[in-house]
Structure formats: C-alpha cells, structure tokens
C-alpha cells in the first residue's frame, strides 16, 4: 500500500526551498489559522463595517453602479476574474495532467487530480455551510449562481495555480524558472481575487478567506509529496 502511494511522486524531484516541511507547516498553519479567524468574524457579523467600507471605497463616489477607473479597467478585471473560473480552471488543469500522462509520469498526474479536486470540492462544502449572501451595497458587475463565503474563485485559483506551481517546480531544475513560475501563480492568484471584490460580487473578506484556504490546501498538498517522497528515498535505500 504504501509502495503504491509512492507512486504518486515518481519522478519529481526534491526541491529544498519549495518542499522545506518547516516552510510548508507554517504556510498550512497561517493559512488555517486566518481562514478561521475570518471566517468567526464572519459568522458573528464583526467584519460587516470593514467589508462594506472597501467595497465602496472601489466604486464612484454617489453612484454605486459605477466602479472606479475607466471603462477599459471594468472590462480587464472582467476578463482577470474568468482566468479563476472553471472553463478556464479544467482546461488548464486538463492540459497539464495530459502533459503529464504523455510524459509517462502517471502517478503525479493523478496526484494532481485529487488534490485539486479535493480541495475545490471542500471549498463548495464550505460555501453550503455558511451560506453567506452576496454584496448587496453595490451592483454585480459579473453574473454569480453560489453563496458568497468563500470566494471560490479564491480558493480555486489559489488552490489550482499554487498546486501545479508546486507540481512544476519539482520538474524542472533552473531556479530562476522555479521563482519565476511561484511567481506568476502567487499574481495570477491575488489578481483574480481582487477582481471579484472590484465587479462586487464578493465581499473583502470572501476573497481573503479563500486565499487563506487555498494557500493552506496547497501547503498541505506540498507536504504530502514530501512525505512520500520521504519514503520512497527510505524503500530505494533499503532496497
């Protein structure tokens, strides 16, 4: 059984400044730890005044229906906001465990997939418990159909993108490519959460909820693979 969860990270390799346990540990631990905490501000409506406070200070002064800046910034946040939304999730995901299977390494496409899913899956679990209502002090700029708390673009966007940054960056071996791709998936992740408060559709702490969650999903996702990977050094050494 445990030959076969090993599998799973065949052919990754060890990355010290990505896998660190103490740096992952502490990544799940802050990002649990905020998730709560806000979420217990939520639950007792101690954050209303904060939350309705950003959320107009984005919007014309008067007039609630427009936001700040141009209409050019309405339409880039738009098409921001649509990079941590499911057509564009699934097929990037798609894409890259279909990289993954053409390449033969079956078992981190599949590890891929679960931990993905998984996450995502908890993050609408959550949204069913709180059922939390969305803005109603602003005009939605972009259609929604789910409960507010948390913000699933948050969640999924951070759970998605920090999950195959972290995939990636065991594959590859220049540094630079490593810091450039945790990069790109730490500014795609926050961008597309600050879309979502600035079209109104979620509150502020929505969004920073569903980072919270998402980093401390991906962390956890991280520190699995270095159990195992942990074990898989231990099996090919005795062996």
Known sequence: MAHNLTNLVKGMRDVRFASTPLLMVGLFAAGLYGFLAIADEVSE???AAIDSHLLLMLRTPGDVSRPLGPPW???TMTEITSL???PVLVILVGVVVGFLLVSKKFGPALFTCLSIVTGTALG???KLIYDRPRPDI???LVTTHTASFPSGHATMSAVVYLTLA???VRLVEDTVVRVYVISIAVLLTVAIGISRIYLGVHWPSDVAAGWALG???ASL???VVTGLRFYRHRDEASS
């Open 45 to 47: 409506n101690e954050i």
């Open 73 to 75: 910034l309405q339409e």
């Open 84 to 86: 941590g939304g499911y």
């Open 124 to 126: 609408h679990v959550l």
């Open 138 to 140: 602003v005009d939605h």
């Open 166 to 168: 972290s995939l990636i």
């Open 215 to 217: 980093v401390a999903w």
């Open 221 to 223: 996702s991280s520190l």
